[in-house]
């Protein structure tokens, strides 16, 4: 079950990285993707708030999901308890900071990117995921000997 999570989690994380990847391209090339679902795409991704200085966001979102791919194939391939604490708080901080950009989209700027929406959908699954690996974890650990 364990690692079905976190194979869960890489896919998601190659996803986000894709989607990402894609909105900061892009942004490089001043190009406003297509906005069929929501409508809202330009405002949000033209706004003060896509940028942090002269970064896009989705850039910081690229290497966010780079960073779960990473730490999935660590936890996958050379399992050690650092590799897990470090997805679960990642994944943590990528919830936290979606909640930011969607308070942002609604509460500010009253529009929707479905891209950024997608991202933001993904980065919760990411943080579910995250969650119930640690559950299994936790408990697999209680009924076993530690392999450390």
Aim: hydrophobic share 50%; glycine share 8%; net charge positive.
């Amino acid at each position: 079950m364990k690692n079905k999570l976190v194979i869960s989690s890489l896919v998601l994380g190659f996803l986000g990285f894709f989607l990402a990847t894609y909105l900061t391209i892009l942004d490089f090339r001043h190009i406003i993707p297509p906005c069929s679902v929501t409508g809202g795409c330009e405002t949000v991704l033209t706004s003060a708030y896509s940028k942090i200085g002269p970064v896009p966001v989705a850039l910081l979102g690229s290497l966010f999901y780079l960073g779960v791919v990473l730490l999935c194939v660590l936890i996958l391939t050379n399992y050690k308890k650092l590799f897990t604490y470090l997805f679960y708080g990642l994944s943590m901080i990528g919830f936290l900071v979606s909640l930011v950009l969607l308070y942002i989209q609604a509460g500010i700027l009253h529009a929707f990117c479905q891209y950024c929406l997608t991202s933001e959908a993904i980065s919760t699954g990411i943080l579910i995921l995250a969650f119930l690996d640690f559950k299994v974890r936790k408990t697999t650990s209680k009924n076993e000997s530690p392999k450390e």
